[in-house]
């Protein structure tokens, strides 16, 4: 059975011991000493806390070349691991390089001590399954857990280390196995999955890129954990892990919402992957909504009907898109008390959100102009429907409007993209109601300058969670907490 373990990092002996009694508390199955973070570490701080947790405890003093502090203890690294065997922690953790030589001799000390031994590697770059599965030979031999620690910089090297965690489980031989880094976090969130005799969890900070926080590792501790996630390129904007993780946690699902951060060539081979990963469910974001719609086995109405997906249900490895933005903005626009019908709209945009938004509007009865910087991408936008749209050009459209709305379906403004408004301001003075469909920065220029000429105006929060919700309510069949979703989306977004 797989045990969460919160690791303690604090620089004291007393916080330390603090801090682990709160994490046992919170639902931690062990707490591991990073001994190598106190600030001063002595023997009778090294006895005491082996008194207090005992068999609840990790022994581990990480070396500098391994990710390690400097303790200032005054004693050479061996007597200090020495001194780590004796006094009863449940567990000791070696390093298979720095401690070689004094394994064997450690190993017996902490067995007539009854503690065991975690023999462990930290690689500083990604490595193949054939050197990772010698790593835990080698550390199987010569202590009681293997454990093996890789960075993962992409979707595919940490599906490389999930399928080999999978054949070493079967030795049943006791092993940790983890993949550094957001995008390795489905090794930790799969721990229990993959019979990983740990899933290390961070308390408070987290002592390694993409540990999931204590609170997430407890709720996924069980034997079917499962994986929602964003997928798209340029994603780190995004709050969509913040509002799901809300959601999720309010409900006490075993689940997690994991960032994938891909290309297009990518998105088969992921889709393909979805039973390896444990993955329940996708939104998709720009660049791929429109893309991936070809790849699913099955779209709903709306998905179908606009050729772009924001999310996708994976069951039993049949995928079905739908489009959830379609819902998000219509939902959004009834909590505005904007009516649309017989009025004119403005949509800047030619992508997945702005075939959302286009959409709705002509249901709703709105006229409907699109521009767009490609005027060729405008243009199969509005062929795309059979009602009539008037495509504009960026250039006409100081000389049109007014317009009752104007909507941002661009990524102009997002974090990470350029901040110009989509439009001038000569356009934006005409229009009645901005809305831009950026929620990250909160406060962008256009909605800057709409402030400025006195025009009412809201950024896409409202819509984020409105599709967020119904998203998580088709992963899920469960209800999400819209309360919590907002609670997550304000603290994401300070």
Known sequence: MTKVVAVITASTPGEAERQARTAIQRGADLVEFRLDRLRDLNSADI???AKSF???AIATLRSPPEGGGRPRSGLPRLAVLRELCQPGFGYVDLELEADAKDIRDLRVLAKRHRSRVIVSRHFEDFVGASKIRD??????????????????????EALEVVDLARSWAAKSKPYVLIGMGPAGAVTRVLAGDLGQAFHYAAFGAEAAPGQLPLRSAVRVH????????LVGH??????????????????GLPGV????????????????SADRLRLRGLNVTIPHKERIASMLDELDGDAERLGAVNTVVVDGGWTKGFNTDVYGFRISLRALGLRLGERDALVVGAGGAAKAVVHVLLREGARVQVANRSASRAEALADSFDEPLDVVSLDELPKRGPWDLLVNATPAGMEGHDATPPVP??????AAFVYDLVYNPPSTLLLQVAARLGKPATSGIEMLLHQAAKAFELWTDRPASIDAMRRA????LR
């Not at 199987?140 to 454990?147: H, L």
């Open 47 to 49: 006895r005491k806390l």
């Open 257 to 272: 919402y994991l960032p994938f951060d891909v290309e297009a060539s990518d998105l088969e081979p992921l889709l393909q």
């Open 425 to 430: 301001e000569s356009v934006i003075r005409k």
């Open 222 to 229: 069980g034997p079917e954990p499962f994986v929602v996630g």
């Open 54 to 56: 005992g068999p609840r």
């Open 135 to 156: 790593t835990l030979e080698a550390s199987a031999a010569v202590g009681d857990i293997a454990k093996a620690v890789v960075p993962i910089a992409h979707w595919y």
């Open 489 to 492: 989306a304000k603290e994401a």
């Open 234 to 251: 340029r994603i780190g904007h995004s709050i969509s892990p913040q509002i799901h993780e809300a959601a999720l946690d309010a409900a």
